[in-house]
């Protein structure tokens, strides 16, 4: 079972930036395609975006896309997300989940795909 933990959560004002970071642990971790997902409270869960093993291809929210990069470092066993132009409606709980999954990469941004999942980092964006 994979390890995940994440981090760089904070509150900041609308058109702020943050980047989040997520350390795996327990498995190779060259091997898993890796997700951000995010839930915000009485909504369901949604995917932010996903990343191949090799970290050469991504896939976006439309509502993220040209605002949210997702990178990686396998090097440092190292998920990323930086986040620009925050909105209000991007306040949630962000989660980092890996899956050693190798279907399609156009399924990667399913959340069913996954199967090990971090505790999450909050997120709040002010008006």
């Known amino acids: 079972q994979v390890q995940l933990v994440e981090s760089g959560g904070d509150s900041v004002q609308a058109g702020g930036s943050l980047r989040l970071s997520c350390v795996a642990s327990g498995y190779t971790f060259s091997s898993l395609r890796m997700g951000w997902f995010r839930q915000a409270p009485g909504k369901e869960r949604e995917a932010v975006a996903a990343?191949?093993?090799?970290?050469?291809?991504?896939d976006y929210a439309a509502s993220v896309k040209g605002r949210f990069t997702i990178s990686r470092d396998n090097a440092k066993n190292s998920l990323y997300l930086q986040m620009n132009d925050l909105k209000p409606e991007d306040t949630a709980m962000y989660y980092c989940?890996?899956?050693?999954?190798?279907?399609?990469?156009?399924?990667?941004?399913?959340?069913?795909?996954?199967?090990?999942w971090g505790q999450g980092t909050q997120v709040t964006v002010s008006s």
């Open positions: 990343i191949s093993t090799g970290g050469n291809v991504a």
């Open positions: 989940a890996a899956t050693p999954w190798g279907g399609p990469l156009s399924q990667m941004m399913q959340p069913e795909n996954y199967n090990s």
